[in-house]
């Protein structure tokens, strides 16, 4: 592909907009400890797994991107997840015998507390009269069955979890965990569920103390954030099976904005929801096909995300197999 053959954006554009974005970036606190973390997990789950192969890692992005308005930041731009979707879709790659990366907002749903009350600590637990803690009658069987799950893929090296915040910090930690995931060619799976801000205040313009409301209506200019999916694809990894969400309010207009999407990003698939059913269906829609998913409604406790994994993981595998035969 030549310079200017993408028509909205340049690729020297592109990639100008990329530099400028991680120049100014303010840079990650802890971007050693994650790389070695990044480093020790691939590491482990490079090697062959016996009779099954060579093992698969999904990168599972969950959560909103925040865009901070002042250094010292006070006030910020969000977006819309409440983590569930990636929450949901990593339990049930563990269980398809993927290791998973889970690059999530901070305090949003995470792996195998779905079944747990908002405020476990508070709800789940009690004193005794000796002032000791033990877990109460109604939630144990759903307070062991979380710890235990989730101790044993923590624990057993097959779930790595990295908190983000920002768009500063996500965008960052992705390229590290993309650079990192390159020698698991095709192998490795971006599964993209985390809604990710589309303007931001780039750091160096932004103003270092709380705004002030006395100050009157508030004029602020934000710059798009590139398009981080194109490079993904072409440069960070470029053989990794990428799958990317597409949410709209508007029925209408979803399909339609998920195929766009599809051959923008040259994805390998596009998995398009809408907010009010985003738990009863999803449509996975790739070059050739458009699949409805259901929910099996029959079951109180079935998610979406059970059947929407077995169909990704079965197209992973034929994408295996079509490359590296
Ligand atoms: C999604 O569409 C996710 O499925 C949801 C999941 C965020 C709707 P919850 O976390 O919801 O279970 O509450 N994620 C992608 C959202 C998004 O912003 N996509 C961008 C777009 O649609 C592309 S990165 O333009």
């Known amino acids: 592909m030549d310079a200017t053959s993408n028509s909205e954006t340049p690729k020297d554009t592109l990639y100008d907009e ?28 490079s090697q062959s797994t016996g ?18 308005l002042e250094k ?22 563990l269980k398809a015998g993927y290791s998973v990366i ?29 002032l000791n803690v033990r877990v109460c009658q109604s939630h144990s069987e759903a307070v062991r069955t979380a710890i235990g799950e989730h101790c044993a893929a923590v624990e057993g090296g097959l779930l790595l979890k990295l908190p983000f915040t920002t768009i500063f910090e996500y965008l960052q930690i992705l390229q590290l965990i993309a650079m990192s995931m390159k020698n698991l060619g095709t192998h490795a799976m971006f599964y993209l569920a985390a809604a990710v801000s589309d303007f931001y205040v780039p750091w160096k313009s932004m103003v270092e103390h709380k705004i002030q409301s006395s100050s009157g209506p508030l004029d602020m200019r934000l710059v798009q954030v590139p398009k981080m ?27 339609e904005k998920a195929e766009i999407a599809l051959k923008k990003y040259n994805m390998h698939a596009v998995v398009a929801n809408e907010l009010l059913t985003r738990k009863e269906v999803v449509v996975v829609v790739t070059s050739s096909e458009k699949i409805s998913v ?16 077995e169909l990704l993981a079965e197209k992973h595998s034929s994408y295996i197999e079509h490359l590296d035969s």
């Open 72 to 93: 010292r930041c006070v006030r910020y731009i969000d977006n819309f997840s409440s983590g569930h979707r990636g929450a949901a879709s990593t339990e049930y790659f």
């Open 294 to 309: 259901h929910r099996d409604k029959t079951e109180a406790s079935a998610d979406v995300e059970s059947p929407l994994i």
């Open 18 to 45: 990329i530099n400028t974005f991680f120049e100014s970036a303010p840079p990650l606190k802890d971007g050693p400890d994650i790389s070695r973390k990044l480093k020790e997990f691939i590491e482990r789950n």
């Open 102 to 130: 889970f690059l999530s907002r901070r305090g949003t749903c995470q792996p195998f507390c779905r079944s747990l009350p908002e405020d476990p600590l508070l709800e789940c637990f009690e004193v005794s009269k000796e």
């Open 229 to 255: 999916l194109s490079v993904l694809r072409k440069d960070w990894a470029p053989v990794a099976f990428c799958i990317s969400f597409k949410l709209e309010t508007d029925s209408k207009i979803l399909l």
């Open 51 to 68: 009779g099954r192969g060579a093992s698969r890692v999904v990168c599972v992005t969950s959560g909103g991107t925040t865009v901070p």
